[in-house]
């Protein structure tokens, strides 16, 4: 049994079909880098890892040097300092020494 579709259906269906797909895709393609991507990006255009690296921090003193790097010229928006902030008491913090 073969059902006729008009085109008007056709387009309905496909349109419904991309706006379920949609909020997959965009969060697969994430827009914001991560905690870890951005000091990657931005922390060794000045320097390399190994001053984070070597050092554990809670995070109120992580908050601290983050945001003296911003003072200093580092380019984070308030939300990418935050990340970055939370990536690097988890990763670098004391429990993990």
């Known amino acids: 049994m073969i059902v006729k579709v008009s085109p008007r259906t ?3 269906w496909a349109l ?3 706006l ?3 909020p997959f895709v965009l969060s697969a393609c994430s827009l914001s880098p991560s905690g870890e991507e951005l000091v990657q990006e931005e922390c060794t255009r000045c320097h390399t890892l190994a001053p984070i690296q070597v050092t554990a921090r809670p995070e109120h003193e992580w908050r601290n040097v983050v ?3 911003v003072g200093l010229g580092a380019d984070l928006s308030r939300r990418e ?4 902030i ?3 008491a988890l990763a670098y913090g004391p429990q993990d020494r």
Do not use: H
């Open 20 to 22: 379920l797909v949609l």
């Open 86 to 88: 939370e990536y690097l």
């Open 10 to 12: 056709r387009w309905f």
């Open 81 to 84: 300092a935050e990340r970055v």
């Open 67 to 69: 945001y003296r790097m």
């Open 16 to 18: 419904l079909a991309a």
